[in-house]
């Protein structure tokens, strides 16, 4: 089916629903993936190295390999919603299966034994740094109803503005307005011609309106369902200095995929309500890639302690989004359904900053039985931005960032035994909610464990971890202020192969 497309050259209001805080946040995080062996212990490897997903924390960990060597990993990913909105709960779960983790090191050693450099190392590795598949479902009865999020947008807009003109089918009136006016008259359009709300007097210069529907409280139901990833690439080059200092850095290449789709249904209005049901479908679809690159160090003390410190760059993500919708009631116009999911409006290419990171590791080595590591991360998501900041939508956004999110600490501890050749490992994860209210995302708890297993010139491991978070999604950005609390459960089991050359 062909697809019209638009460009809304003016991005989003304060309130829009493509470039926001939520979608900072998005590639400003990164859930754990990597090896089974990094997942097991909790990914404490800052100053361990050794393991291709240890580049994430430390790019020095590549100059810990003592022999060239290649890993691919496989995970399922499970995850489990509870939701609770207006205090009716709903269970919803998804499970997936995915390539999450390849990639190699070549170890070439120094034969020149005057020279202090003890060996090079080149690395290359792919990570799916997060996983968006996800989905959850939620009910309840509101005294909030959807026309609210249109009287927003509609309030102040002159009426002649977000008229059709003759002659014009409803789907290039809907794509002209967002095109040459903007996303807040674009709602207001739809909100008119699809019977939600009218304006209290049809001259062209009105900028009152009022709600077509008659309620004390709605029935509403909401379903959405993200799909897509964030990798990256990596580049790394790594050294060892004399017998206990290893440097490295990274060159990061990120891509990004992702969708969601909204589905939004309302009725239950009072018996002289003219609308006695309304849907409402929104769909973004967001593509591009970023840079960032990274530099650490590990110095081993002695024998038994090691202690790394790394820099993570901020992470310059090139973005497009594209966003269509559709909306249905009793009361709409009678063409409202040429307006779907196909009528595309394209935004203009955008920049999203992420916050730097810095990060502090201590190892303790117990000689061939086993070890325990720590690390510690440190980031600032106030330090996050939208680009270009001289776009006014941006700058709101901005502000709302710098308000609204505070610094982060993260905590990961690791431990591994050894008996023979088999592995047994544990980690713990725990990471600061990014907003300083501590409520609109809660903090993020997680345990995991593996085994491994040595073959001598492979290696097998296995790993199972589960964090929880939980997370206040609003149903919109606008209108329905009351958030749905979504309790979201991911379990990960991943199962890595390393052959060693």
């Known amino acids: 089916m062909k697809r019209y497309l638009t460009f809304i050259t003016l991005v989003v209001c304060a309130f829009g629903s493509a470039q926001n805080i939520n979608e900072v946040l998005r590639y400003s995080t990164e859930n754990l993936q990597g090896t089974a062996r990094f997942q097991a212990m909790g990914g404490a490897f800052g100053a361990l190295g050794g393991d291709l997903s240890s580049l994430n924390i430390n790019p020095a960990g590549s100059a810990v390999f003592n022999n060239s060597l290649f890993t691919i990993s496989g995970s399922n990913y499970n995850t489990n919603n509870q939701s609770s909105y207006f205090g009716n709960s709903i269970n919803s779960e998804n499970n997936n299966l995915d390539l999450n983790q390849i990639g190699g090191a070549f170890v070439f050693k120094n034969t020149n034994s005057n020279s202090d450099w003890q060996k090079f190392t080149l690395a290359f590795n792919y990570d799916v740094v997060d996983n968006f598949d996800n989905e959850y479902y939620v009910a309840g009865n509101s005294t909030q109803g959807i026309d609210n999020y249109f009287l927003n947008f509609a309030q102040g807009t002159p009426f002649g503005s977000i008229l059709r003109q003759d002659g014009e089918y409803i789907e290039e009136a809907y794509l002209d307005i967002g095109s040459n006016q903007g996303y807040k008259e674009q709602q207001a359009f739809l909100g008119y011609y699809g019977g939600i709300l009218d304006p209290i007097s049809e001259d062209d210069n009105n900028i009152d309106y009022v709600s077509n529907t008659i309620y004390n409280s709605v029935n509403q139901e909401f379903l959405r369902r993200t799909t897509g990833y964030n990798s990256k690439f990596t580049l790394n080059m790594g050294s060892q ?4 200092v290893y440097m490295g850095a990274s060159l990061n290449f990120h891509n990004v995929m992702y969708s969601r789709f ?10 002289t309500s003219e609308i006695q049901r309304t849907t409402f ?6 593509d591009g890639n970023g840079f960032s690159f990274s530099m650490g160090a590990i110095a081993k003390l002695n024998e038994y302690v090691r202690l790394g410190g790394s820099y993570q760059s901020p992470t310059w993500y090139q973005l497009e989004d594209d966003f269509s919708q559709r909306i249905n009631s009793d009361l709409a116009d009678d063409e409202i359904n040429f307006i779907d999911l196909n009528i595309v409006n394209l935004f203009e290419s955008y920049t999203i900053k992420t916050p730097s990171k810095l990060t502090g590791s201590l190892a303790v080595i117990f000689a061939q ?3 325990l590591s720590f690390d510690y991360g440190f980031q600032d998501f106030s330090k996050a931005e939208l680009r270009p900041t001289s776009d006014p939508s941006f700058q709101t956004v901005n502000n709302q960032i710098s308000n609204d999110l505070g610094t982060v600490s993260t905590f990961r501890l690791g431990g591994e035994y050894k008996i023979e050749q088999v592995s047994l490992r544990a980690g713990y994860r725990f990471e600061q909610s990014p ?11 997680a345990v995991s464990g593996g085994i491994g297993y040595n073959f001598g010139g492979s290696r097998l491991d296995f790993a199972l971890s589960r964090s929880q978070q939980d997370i206040n999604e609003r149903l919109f950005d606008t209108g329905i202020t009351t958030p749905a609390i979504i309790n979201r459960i991911n379990t990960n089991a991943t199962l890595s192969y390393t052959i060693n050359f």
């Open 241 to 244: 200095f004399k017998e206990n």
């Open 262 to 271: 909204d589905q939004f249904t309302e009725n239950g209005y009072d018996s």
């Open 281 to 286: 479908d929104n769909y973004l679809q967001t």
């Open 369 to 371: 039985d086993g070890l």
């Open 435 to 445: 907003y300083s209210n501590g409520n609109t995302i809660g903090d993020l708890n």
